[in-house]
């Protein structure tokens, strides 16, 4: 009967535990670290890349905001505070045809050890999918909160770092 006991008092903690760690919210660092808000401005097939592979660049005033939205031949979305926030150009690359994108996968980055990582999807066609052959530059104009970040990496759905861009002065 002891064991019995023993056994269902084992089940219960057990349960507790694991139902307390799990969260739908992903966060890594310590109590310490501090989250970054990140949205998505502006989502592009045809953005000017010729090169193949991924690009991170920053967008650091409002005159460069104007090109870039000259550029895409878009209107000005929303007004910037660059003294409060930073933009972020992400650039797929280059793609042979229709059927790739990207996509941000959540609109909270953590902090640690000075950076910031965001996730994004990196979307393609299936193989046997039928897409127009056109070639196209996928991209997002990312708004990011300024904050004590000095790096801010791009990694694709599995993990694969994609660019990176250093904090300017």
């Given at each position: 009967?002891?064991?019995?006991?023993?056994?269902?008092?084992?089940?219960?903690?057990?349960?507790?535990?694991?139902?307390?760690?799990?969260?739908?919210?992903?966060?890594?660092?310590?109590?310490?670290?501090?989250?970054?808000?990140?949205?998505?401005?502006?989502?592009?097939?045809?953005?000017?890349?010729?090169?193949?592979?991924?690009?991170?660049?920053?967008?650091?005033?409002?005159?460069?905001?104007?090109?870039?939205?000259?550029?895409?031949?878009?209107?000005?979305?929303?007004?910037?505070?660059?003294?409060?926030?930073?933009?972020?150009?992400?650039?797929?690359?280059?793609?042979?045809?229709?059927?790739?994108?990207?996509?941000?996968?959540?609109?909270?980055?953590?902090?640690?050890?000075?950076?910031?990582?965001?996730?994004?999807?990196?979307?393609?066609?299936?193989?046997?999918?039928?897409?127009?052959?056109?070639?196209?530059?996928?991209?997002?104009?990312?708004?990011?909160?300024r904050g004590p970040?000095?790096?801010?990496?791009?990694?694709?759905?599995?993990?694969?770092?994609?660019?990176?861009?250093?904090?300017?002065?």
């Open positions: 009967m002891k064991m019995i006991h023993s056994l269902l008092l084992a089940t219960i903690f057990l349960s507790m535990t694991v139902g307390a760690s799990s969260s739908s919210e992903v966060r890594y660092g310590d109590a310490a670290s501090a989250r970054v808000e990140v949205s998505v401005l502006y989502i592009g097939m045809q953005c000017g890349r010729e090169e193949p592979d991924a690009q991170a660049s920053w967008v650091k005033n409002a005159i460069e905001l104007q090109h870039l939205y000259d550029k895409f031949q878009q209107e000005a979305m929303s007004t910037i505070d660059f003294d409060r926030e930073r933009l972020v150009l992400m650039e797929m690359g280059l793609r042979p045809t229709l059927g790739y994108r990207l996509a941000l996968m959540n609109s909270r980055a953590w902090i640690e050890l000075g950076n910031v990582e965001i996730l994004l999807e990196w979307i393609a066609p299936d193989r046997d999918m039928m897409v127009g052959e056109i070639l196209t530059s996928p991209c997002l104009l990312l708004k990011l909160e970040y000095q790096q801010v990496r791009f990694s694709d759905q599995s993990g694969v770092k994609k660019a990176m861009l250093v904090v300017p002065e």
